[in-house]
Nanobody, 121 residues
């Protein structure tokens, strides 16, 4: 049974950084497209960043481009999201997802339970 477990969320001040981690079980991260989605209160879930199964190509939403970096560690079977220069509008539940025929849009087949990121002074 595929399992994706996110960690690394928390409360930070504007301008600070966080690293989110998604550890996969029964799924090899180097064989699937993967993505980080986020859902802010009262808003629809949106894709923040995505990466192809090879890891060679990444996609970012305009709102995070230049501040967030998505990457994979095949040896650890883990997906990362490095978030810099965080803004209050980045506050959301962040979800790890895997397996899609259209990596930068979805839909995705497998989902984690989410981790809360709150950016506030």
């Amino acid at each position: 049974q595929v399992r994706l477990v996110e960690s690394g969320g928390g409360l930070v001040q504007p301008g600070m950084s966080l690293r989110l981690t998604c550890t996969a079980s029964e799924l090899a991260v180097n064989k699937y497209p993967m993505a980080w989605f986020r859902q802010a209160p009262g808003k629809e879930r949106e894709i923040a960043a995505a990466i192809t199964w090879t890891g060679m190509t990444q996609h970012y939403s305009d709102s995070v481009k230049g501040r967030f970096t998505i990457s994979k560690d095949s040896a650890a079977n883990t997906l990362f999201l490095d978030m810099n220069s965080l803004k209050p509008e980045d506050t959301a539940v962040y979800y790890c997802a895997a397996g899609s025929s259209n990596y930068d849009k979805g839909p995705y087949n497998y989902w984690g339970q989410g981790t809360q990121v709150t950016v506030s002074s």
